[in-house]
């Protein structure tokens, strides 16, 4: 898989000048272009190209993990710069979500109506909540089964549900959260926007799908920066027993965590800052 995904947008930079919370991944398979999720702005993504020099003749795809703005929010600037290409997500990213603490509210959701999108940039839209196969190798989960008691989503994620009443808003359960999957000779590649469904539950979806090949390699958000410890100990013993190549964690992984982890895994440990490559 060596340099077939690059970090374009993270929270920290490594080889390149520029970083914004948020995540996107240029994933160069079969001698296409896809992006996973646009960043927040979409400009530290284009900076990035710009200064690795890395040519992109057409994108062939936009994959988004969730509606989240620092996941969409470069959507309208990478369109503009590269052109109309399909966006394949789960339908449930146009939600209006909010995170919620007390009495305040924060608009977290995508930061464009699906109007605009479709008609103004005129963007094809594939939506699955179901495991889809997007290209020859490439593929996303849809809605990923909360099969532990571990992994839990915080209860400040809200979706409005109509209302601008704090009260009425409903709990994001994150059906939206998707991972994505490269498969190469070696096994599988999994790229994670945020795990907000949890990073082992993605994992052994990932395999109940594609139960003959091994995942090797684990590149993205985990959103351990609100895990207690009972949950990040039950993350790293599962991890220990894939006997990763490589494990990329960054973004809402915390920046804490991620020298936590390098000091629990070793050599296979590579923070995934803007600029690397893998």
């Known amino acids: 898989m060596n ?26 398979v079969d001698n296409k272009f896809y992006l996973f999720d646009t960043g927040f702005t979409g400009e ?36 503009t710069r590269f052109g109309p290409c399909p966006i394949y997500a789960h339908p449930n990213i146009f939600n209006k979500t909010f995170s919620v603490r007390g009495k305040n509210k924060e608009y977290i959701g995508i930061p464009f109506e699906r109007d605009y999108l479709e008609k103004k940039l005129k963007i094809p839209f594939h939506f699955s909540r179901d495991f889809t196969q997007i290209d020859k190798n490439i593929y996303m989960t849809g809605t990923i089964p909360m099969a532990n008691k571990y992994e839990k989503i915080p209860r400040h994620f809200k979706i409005s549900n109509g209302s ?7 709990e994001d359960t994150f059906e939206d959260d998707n991972a994505v999957v490269i498969s190469d000779p070696k096994g599988l590649t999994v790229l994670l ?17 594609l139960p003959h090949k091994k995942i090797h390699t684990v590149i993205g958000g985990t959103h351990l920066k609100e895990a207690g410890e009972e949950h990040f100990e039950f993350v ?18 915390g920046i804490n965590n991620i020298f936590k982890l390098q000091n629990i895994f070793g050599t296979c440990l590579h923070p995934a800052f803007c600029g690397e490559k893998f």
Do not use: W
């Open 236 to 253: 790293v013993d599962y991890l220990k027993k894939l006997e990763l190549d490589t494990f990329a964690p960054g973004h809402c992984t």
């Open 193 to 209: 926007g945020c795990a907000h469904r949890g990073v082992i539950n993605s994992l052994e979806y990932v395999q109940q799908k």
């Open 3 to 28: 340099g077939k995904i690059t970090i374009l947008a993270e929270n920290y930079a490594l080889h390149t000048p520029y970083a914004e919370d948020g995540i996107c991944m240029l994933i160069a």
């Open 44 to 79: 530290c993504a284009l900076k990035n190209i710009e200064v690795m020099q890395i040519k992109i003749p057409q994108l062939a795809g936009i994959i988004l993990s969730h509606g989240h703005n620092d996941h969409t929010g470069g959507i309208a600037s990478i369109i």
């Open 164 to 170: 601008d009443n704090i009260d009425d808003f409903i």
